[in-house]
Nanobody, 127 residues
């Protein structure tokens, strides 16, 4: 049974940093794509970053490029989202999502492409 457990949310002032963690377990094969999505109040869920575990290649949305970094640990079981230069508009519930992947389509940030989801963690950025 696949499980994704997020941690690391909280409150920070604009310009500050936070790091989110997503611990993944239960995958049959180690190669997977893991993404971070977020849902701000009154908005649709938005994909912000994705990493392919096989090569650690990454992709970011334009809204976070240059400020956020997605990485994975050596065991490829935990994915991190380092968020720097945070802005009030980054306030949202952040979700970790994952899918088994063998390379093709690893870059997707489409919500419906991911069958596995974490419970979400709140990030609040005050001005």
């Amino acid at each position: 049974q696949v499980q994704l457990v997020e941690s690391g949310g909280g409150s920070v002032q604009a310009g500050g940093s936070l790091r989110l963690s997503c611990a993944a377990s239960g995958f049959i094969y180690s190669t997977k794509s893991v993404a971070w999505f977020r849902r701000a109040p009154g908005k649709e869920r938005e994909g912000v970053a994705v990493i392919y575990s096989g090569t650690s290649i990454t992709r970011y949305s334009d809204s976070v490029k240059g400020r956020f970094a997605i990485t994975q640990d050596n065991a490829k079981t935990t994915v991190y989202l380092q968020m720097n230069s945070l802005k009030p508009e980054d306030t949202a519930v952040y979700y970790c999502a994952a899918k088994q992947s063998y390379g093709g389509g690893w870059w997707s940030l489409v919500e419906s492409d991911f069958p596995y989801w974490g419970q979400g963690t709140q990030v609040t950025v005050s001005s």
